[in-house]
């Protein structure tokens, strides 16, 4: 189990990708963790390219967790980032 300082700076660190590749047209400081990336501006592309630099980041992302779902918000990609064996 993460402890909430582990998970705070899981969370800056996915931030700062989606912030890098995620194109969004807000400003990911204005989003709540539970905005929708795609409401953002998010595209299917760009979030293929949040999760390539977050596996380069966390490791790879297993079969089950490359959906929708998963990165539908900055919490919903911290979720599945704790669930990865190295985090």
């Known amino acids: 189990m ?26 990911i400081a204005s989003l709540s963790d539970e905005s929708s ?11 293929v390219n949040v999760m390539l630099a977050l ?6 992302f297993p079969e089950h967790l490359l959906t929708r779902s998963s990165f539908r918000s900055v919490a919903s990609i911290v979720q599945a980032v704790c669930t990865l064996p190295d985090h």
């Open 2 to 27: 993460k402890s909430p300082t582990d998970i705070e700076e899981i969370k800056i660190q996915v931030r700062q990708v989606v912030a890098k590749y995620g194109r969004l047209s807000q400003d």
């Open 37 to 47: 990336l795609s409401e953002a501006g998010m595209t299917s592309h760009a979030s």
């Open 55 to 60: 596996e380069a980041q966390f490791g790879e």
